[in-house]
């Protein structure tokens, strides 16, 4: 005699069947994703390497048409994904690495590279030295000292110490000896390496070190303060990061201004290099402009330059607007300091293009006293 089968062992079987299905389900959606992305980065990153050979072989040609001794300097990025790169008497390649392997970004030259010209194989930024030579063209990496910021630029209370950090680079193929000298005099601040044999030290090749700073204001300080640090490197380089503090006492920090208008005691938007943002101490009444300057963009490039409130809710006016970059691949713009008020949090865009691809780069700007 056959018993019948129990309906809550069948119920639980059919769950785990569901289960089942659901789970290889979801694990081809995630796949299908991954592969998306994946595709997505390649695709971006061969972009990024085209534009990369496709600048260097244009200065290969301008150099050779110059002629022997010719000598330019080119920026060349190196995406993540790229697996190799090479030279040949008349191209210059990246292998982008792809779902079938590897994907070529090459660029032809209708002058003749030299046999002993090399290019770095890591993921970075270099400076490449293209040189007219009799008969050929020949590149390579140059060593070149950068720096994270020119500027350091503070608001900080009478009594109070703190700390900022610099990275300074070599993105080159040979060692840098890198000479600091703190030039910051003032009765009211005293500026110091939190590390005294920074003053003097040597980057190795595509090597980077952080220099950190200890600034401590007196009890009794109020004002401005300025000084400067110089960097000197081996291969010629002179980079000067520009120190600005300025103290306050410690019953005059933000305010809410009246309707009136603000006196701004904050602000030049100077470098748009990095994600430091240049922010030089000096006062402005209503009535004067604000100068917002920028740099490292690409020569006569379009760009979008654009001042928000603190939320993010709505553009001054005149803003946004559309510039060209000048032949260094600057830019200048001016906002009314009289159309602002006593919040803090003011936000300065601009959208351009830098090394052949799109950027948006961002500041703030607080205020820090009113009429």
Wanted: hydrophobic share 40%; glycine share 10%.
């Amino acid at each position: 005699m056959r018993l019948p089968r129990s309906s809550k062992g069948q119920s639980s079987l059919e769950l785990l069947i569901i289960l089942a299905i659901g789970l290889v389900v979801l694990g081809l959606v995630i796949s299908t994703s991954q592969q998306r992305i994946a595709s997505s980065s390649q695709a971006l990153s061969f972009s990024q390497a085209k534009s990369s050979v496709s600048l260097l072989a244009q200065a290969a040609d301008a150099v050779y048409l110059e002629g022997a001794g010719a000598r330019r300097e080119v920026k060349f990025v190196i995406p993540d994904g790229v697996l190799s790169t090479s030279i040949a008497q008349h191209s210059i390649s990246m292998k982008v690495a792809s779902q079938n392997g590897g994907s070529d970004a090459a660029a032809n030259t209708r002058a003749l590279l030299c046999g002993n010209s090399f290019l770095p194989t890591a993921p970075g930024t270099y400076y490449i030295v293209v040189e007219g030579l009799d008969g050929c063209v020949a590149l390579g990496a140059n060593s070149k000292l950068i720096v994270s910021s020119t500027l350091i630029s503070e608001s900080a209370a009478s009594g109070q110490s703190f700390v900022r950090t610099l990275k300074y680079s070599n993105l080159g193929n040979s060692p840098i000896q890198v000479d600091l000298s703190l030039d910051f005099v003032s009765p009211d601040v005293l500026a110091e390496f939190i590390d005294p044999a920074d003053v003097l030290f040597t980057l190795p090749a595509l090597g980077e070190k952080d220099v950190l700073i200890n600034f401590t204001t007196s009890n009794s300080a109020l004002g401005s303060n300025s000084g400067a640090l110089y960097a000197n490197g081996s291969e010629g380089t002179n980079l000067t990061t520009s120190i600005f503090i300025e103290v306050f006492g410690q019953t005059c920090q933000q305010q809410t201004c009246a309707g009136g208008g603000a006196n701004v005691s904050l602000i030049e938007i100077k470098t748009y290099s990095s994600n430091s943002y240049s922010q030089l101490k000096d006062i402005f009444d209503p009535p004067e402009d604000i100068l917002l300057e920028g740099g490292n963009w690409d020569a006569f490039s379009s760009l979008n330059l654009d001042v928000r409130d603190p939320t993010d809710a709505f553009s001054f006016s005149g803003y946004p607007k559309s510039l060209v970059t000048n032949s260094s691949g600057g830019f200048n713009g001016t906002l009314s300091a009289g159309g602002l008020t006593g919040l803090t949090g003011y936000i300065v865009r601009a959208s351009g293009i830098s090394a052949g691809s799109p950027e948006i780069r961002t500041a703030n700007f607080d205020i820090t006293s009113c009429n």
